[in-house]
């Protein structure tokens, strides 16, 4: 991939979830989306198709990052050890904002 597109897409999903963090997700626009990240408007439609996509990825890619941070490289078995449980717990209280957002803003 593009370094370039990469960075645009980092920087676009980064705005949303510092956006979710201050005002409810119904009410964020792609223009503060945009405006946030630094881009167009064009720039965030060329990948994503909405908000709501946006949205679908953000949570995905933070899914597979906690998944990833839960298991460690030398893991023998199905289930995590303590040390990979633990430096994923903190990586939650590193965005705790975050993940606080989306719990309020989408319960199910």
Same mark, same amino acid.
């Given at each position: 991939?593009?370094?370039?597109?990469?960075?645009?897409?980092?920087?676009?999903?980064?705005?949303?979830?510092? %956006?979710?963090?201050?005002? /409810?997700?119904?009410? =964020?626009?792609?223009?503060?989306?945009?405006?946030? +990240? *630094?881009?167009?408007?064009?720039?965030?439609?060329?990948?994503?198709?909405?908000?709501?996509?946006? %949205?679908?990825?953000?949570? /995905?890619?933070?899914? =597979?990052?906690?998944?990833?941070?839960?298991?460690? +490289? *030398?893991?023998?078995?199905?289930?995590?050890?303590?040390?990979?449980?633990?430096?994923?717990?903190?990586?939650?209280?590193?965005?705790?904002?975050?993940?606080?957002?989306?719990?309020?803003?989408?319960?199910?």
């Amino acid at each position: 991939m593009d370094r370039r597109v990469k960075k645009n897409q980092t920087a676009i999903m980064n705005a949303l979830m510092y %956006l979710i963090a201050e005002k /409810e997700f119904d009410k =964020i626009t792609i223009n503060d989306i945009a405006e946030r +990240a *630094d881009v167009n408007r064009g720039t965030v439609y060329s990948h994503y198709s909405d908000k709501y996509d946006l %949205l679908d990825k953000c949570i /995905e890619n933070q899914l =597979i990052h906690l998944v990833e941070m839960c298991y460690s +490289a *030398d893991a023998m078995g199905p289930f995590p050890t303590k040390t990979p449980l633990l430096r994923t717990i903190k990586e939650i209280e590193k965005n705790a904002l975050l993940y606080k957002a989306l719990l309020l803003n989408f319960r199910t």
